[in-house]
């Protein structure tokens, strides 16, 4: 682990450094911002900033998030200073550390900044034989293409290729080329010099500089504009990039994964992927399944989110019930492992203190947040519905909100008594099928009509604001956890706050929340 610390920190700089280097890490000291920021800058690689509140942190948070610098920021400061805490925090400080520092808290502080969610969790026979065809590609230097429906877990299975390689131990850059602007993305990946562009006030390197050695990923490459894609193959072809304003290519050693959700040979026929950096990206293809066509996988993925955030949330670690378990198999999961992870997180704070049962599985897309009564009956006079169909965008997001009580309510105004003492669940089979045309959406019609009907005649964006305020509301004003029921990432959840805000928008700050 890499770690910078920037500026003096109370005197406590020594100290800090030393518990730092004890828990592994490796540090650089920066006197000032601008001296922070020249090093990021370089590309040396830096997995935490420590930042001295005494200095404008607001300032070096606003420089790097401008320039794309993304590093987690933990602030640094005399106990007593709560102003100075706070604003550090709302200026997008993940963390406030008091000073003097102490051991046990810093390295909690490292753990919980630089967790990153890259565990590995299988049983299903399908995804045993991915993970094993990714163990026999992943020392050789071949490109790889990733592909998969969203949330099956391609970019921790291009971790995985990685740590089972021999560039192990270098560095492991991503790039989402879904969420960098195609103006931006060619000074991302190729870096540029000083004054090759406006606004360009230093040298920067490139991802590709950055990753040298080791490996690159490129994140949804297909969202990536066709102009672009011939300058990334020439790269790849000649292993030498050009900066942006440079006199002469730079040589780089990078090995190439990349990922994508859609159908890139579809893409190719259309004409908005090139066919001769497909064929140079998928060497190999690791298909990753969806989450339906890997039941086995559902029970044990469950079962870890509830372990992981009951320890998150400080909350007793509860088992998850028989019916509770059926429920799930039972769910289409077009959100994948994303879907499931939000889910067990919801479940996990809405629980009853025993145990986690149906009725705090609530499954978006189904229509209802209420459990799926039809498919726990002993015997029904029809055949049983199969699994709700996808739900339609608008659907989605009153499913999402009716987590925090807009389903619930719906369903105890037309069940005001539970249903009858719960029998022993039938066998489930695979969420393997296609409901979309399931009849199963004429029974559920009315449900999905009692939730969406306030949200007709509103803007989608108007509906995520609410949800997202609302989630934090939930929240008590932890970014983090809001960002992980909703999820996305911090960094989206901070820009839509600060958004919020500049619309003159009330925004929860930390410890804000309600009845």
């Given amino acids: 682990m890499q770690v910078l610390i920037v500026g003096g920190l109370g005197g ?3 100290a800090a450094s030393k518990i730092a280097m004890a828990r592994g890490a490796s540090v650089q000291l920066a006197e000032s911002v601008t001296t922070a ?32 610098i993304i590093v987690p920021v933990v602030a640094c400061g005399i106990g007593n200073d709560v102003n100075g805490a706070v604003n550090a925090i709302k200026a997008g400080a993940q963390e406030f550390i008091p000073l003097p520092p102490e051991a046990d808290l810093i390295a909690a502080i ?14 299903d026979a399908r995804m045993a034989e991915t993970l094993r065809l990714a163990s026999q590609v992943a020392n050789s230097s071949a490109s790889i293409l990733i592909t998969g429906e969203s949330g099956t877990g391609k970019e921790i299975i291009s971790r995985y290729v990685h740590r089972k390689s021999n560039r192990a131990d270098k560095p492991f850059v ?36 950055e990753a040298n050695g080791g490996t690159l990923l490129l994140d949804e490459i297909s969202e990536m504009e066709v102009r672009l894609q011939a300058k990334l193959l020439r790269a790849i072809q000649e292993k030498e990039i050009d900066r942006l304003g440079g006199k002469s290519p730079v040589k780089v050693d990078v090995r190439i994964l990349a990922t994508s959700n859609r159908n890139l040979e579809a ?40 372990k992981k955030y009951s320890e998150a949330n400080d909350v007793p670690l509860r088992p998850i019930s028989p019916l509770a378990i059926q429920r799930l198999l039972s769910h289409h999961w077009r959100g994948n492992v994303r879907e499931l992870e939000n889910t067990m997180h919801r479940a996990v704070l809405i629980a009853g203190p ?34 709700a169909a996808p739900a339609r965008a608008s659907s989605a997001y009153a499913n999402a909100n009716a987590a925090y009580g807009a389903a619930s309510s719906a369903y105890q105004q037309t069940n005001p008594t539970p249903p009858a003492a719960a029998p022993t669940p039938a066998p489930s089979a695979p969420a393997s099928e296609d409901h979309s045309d ?28 609410d949800l997202i305020i609302d989630t934090l509301k939930h929240c008590f004003g932890n970014r983090t956890h809001a960002a992980n029921i909703l999820g996305i990432s911090i960094r989206t959840l901070r820009n839509k706050l600060r958004q919020y805000s500049d619309e003159g928008l009330a925004v929860p700050a930390p410890g804000d929340g309600h009845d």
């Fill in 174 to 209: 991503a790039v989402n080329c879904a969420a960098i602007p195609d103006n931006l993305l060619k000074s991302e990946l190729f870096g540029h010099e000083k004054g090759a562009f406006t606004g360009a006030q230093a040298r920067r390197i490139g991802k590709f500089e």
């Fill in 110 to 123: 490292f753990e919980a900044v630089t967790e990153e969610s890259h565990a590995l969790i299988h049983r």
């Fill in 37 to 68: 920021l020249n090093i990021l800058r370089a590309g040396n690689r830096i997995d935490l900033v420590m930042a001295d509140i005494a200095l404008d942190v607001a300032a070096l948070i606003d420089a790097m998030a401008n320039e794309r």
């Fill in 438 to 465: 399931s009849s199963a959406d004429a029974g559920s019609s009315g449900n999905d009509s009692s939730v969406t009907a306030a949200l007709v005649g509103r803007t989608v964006a108007d509906v995520e604001r």
């Fill in 354 to 387: 025993d145990e986690i049962g149906p009725e705090a599985i609530m499954l978006s897309g189904s229509g209802s947040s209420e459990p799926a009564r039809t498919q726990l009956a002993p015997e029904a006079p029809s055949p049983a519905p199969a699994p």
């Fill in 267 to 306: 893409e190719v026929n259309a004409g908005n992927f090139r066919e001769d950096l497909y064929f140079r990206l998928n060497v190999v293809n690791l298909d990753i399944p969806s989450l339906r066509e890997r039941p086995d996988d559902i029970p044990v993925l469950a079962e870890f989110f509830v």
């Fill in 12 to 14: 406590q700089i020594g």
